[in-house]
């Protein structure tokens, strides 16, 4: 209602008004400083620059223990960090994993396997394919992993690719696009660079917040959320099936069990199988 005799209690001298234009000034502001999208390596030549460690920390990347799993028909996975491996906490994925093993059935073995947390390593870098998107984090595999520690600590030509005035470009270069077929080749820059935008280094996304474990009531909430919680409890209410080893020739004990002739647990969605590990 307009500021008029007719309302009487409205005095603009008191407050504003929120603009609709001032509400998108926000969201792209809020954008900008935040810098926390992660970024998807295309297929080819992807030409980055690692920011440097933030003060007070030695490296630029951070390494988590993480469990990704895609239910039925969702296109994006659930992924947490690991209670068991960061904090040696009870942890209902790594539960399911077990009792998978345990059946003795080659099938649940198999998905046994991709119950388990994944390492997962992560970087702030710019894209200079598209600098305007600002500092992004970057999931890199244990391969371009290894061959970046590798470049930064060669006795004859490592070099600090992240320092900013005088650091290196990183190229990665992808192939394939599939959980199988994909592979990373990773080159330093033959010539130093500059970063640029000197700014980036003050609104880099803080990485230290997605080491945060969760607890073992926060994760089975979130396999509810999505809808896979009757999943995660059916596998989990399945009894535990041990099996002993046959005792060798000449020794006594008593008689190996059989394997278990259980039937596979079904378990009716699947972990994530994006080859950027979630993201």
């Given at each position: ?39 998807k390596l ?17 490296t630029p ?17 659930i ?44 970087t702030?870098?710019?894209d ?13 595999s ?41 592979r ?12 640029g ?8 996304p ?28 059916a ?6 099936t ?38």
């Amino acid at each position: 209602m307009p500021n008029d005799e007719k309302n009487p209690n409205t005095n603009l001298a008191r407050y504003g008004t929120y603009e609709p234009e001032a509400a998108q000034e926000e969201r792209d502001e809020v954008k900008k400083l935040s810098g926390g999208s992660f970024l998807k390596l295309s297929v080819g030549r992807n030409v980055l620059r690692l920011l440097p460690p933030a003060i007070g920390q030695r490296t630029p990347f951070i390494k988590t223990m993480r469990h990704y799993y895609t239910p039925e028909g969702a296109d994006r996975a659930i992924f947490f960090n690991c209670p068991r491996a960061m904090l040696k906490q009870r942890c209902p994925a790594c539960a399911v994993a077990d009792r998978l093993s345990s059946t003795g059935n080659p099938v649940d073995a198999k998905k046994a396997e991709d119950w388990q947390p994944r390492l997962t390593i992560m970087t702030v870098v710019i894209d200079r394919a598209n600098p305007e998107a600002g500092p992004q984090i970057l999931t890199v595999s244990k391969t371009v992993f290894d061959t970046l520690t590798a470049l930064r600590d060669d006795a004859e030509v490592g070099v600090d690719y992240c320092d900013p005035i005088q650091g290196f470009d990183v190229i990665i270069t992808r192939t394939g696009t599939g959980k199988k077929d994909t592979r990373y080749a990773t080159v330093v820059a033959r010539r130093p660079t500059e970063l640029g935008n000197m700014e980036w280094l003050d609104i880099r996304p803080e990485m230290g917040k997605h080491i945060k474990v969760p607890t073992s009531e926060d994760i089975i909430a979130m396999f509810d959320e999505a809808g896979a919680g009757d999943t995660l409890r059916a596998v989990l209410a399945q009894p535990a099936t041990t099996t002993r080893p046959r005792p060798q020739t000449g020794t006594k004990g008593p008689a190996a069990r059989p394997a278990s002739k259980a039937p596979p647990i079904d378990v009716s969605a699947e972990p994530g199988k994006d080859d950027d590990l979630g993201f």
